[in-house]
């Protein structure tokens, strides 16, 4: 199985991005997928996460009110759609999925680089 992320780029500060992360390989059910990122220098954070259970949404504190986490299970897609960047939101964002309930991530995608320039 291979999480294959995409959508990252360079954008002003203020404008939106929409990252993408698709699942390929054989089937696998996974019981939630998140969006993680690691700005240089820093250690890896969390941002937000969706369990396909239930549906409920899960978000850092410092992106709440400007990212939205949405997906489709059965395509274990997800996406996050990120408004009102700022510099600090420059980072490599990493797509994960929990296919073990064993209250960690399994699969990692490679990574989409995201610039927010002032």
């Known amino acids: 199985v291979q999480l294959q992320a995409s959508g990252g780029g360079l954008v002003q500060a203020g404008g939106s991005l929409r990252l993408s992360c698709a699942a390929s390989?054989?089937?696998?059910?996974?019981?939630?997928m998140a969006w993680f990122r690691q700005a240089p220098g820093k250690e890896r954070e969390f941002v937000a996460a969706?369990?396909?259970?239930?549906?409920?949404?899960y978000y850092a504190d410092s992106v709440k009110g400007r990212f939205t986490i949405s997906g489709d299970n059965a395509k274990n897609t997800v996406y996050l759609q990120m408004n009102s960047l700022k510099n600090e939101d420059t980072a490599v964002y990493y797509c994960a999925a929990d296919t073990q309930r064993v209250g960690s991530y399994n699969y990692w995608g490679q990574g989409t680089l995201v610039t927010v320039s002032s």
């Open positions: 969706i369990r396909w259970s239930g549906g409920r949404l």
């Open positions: 390989g054989r089937t696998f059910r996974s019981f939630r």
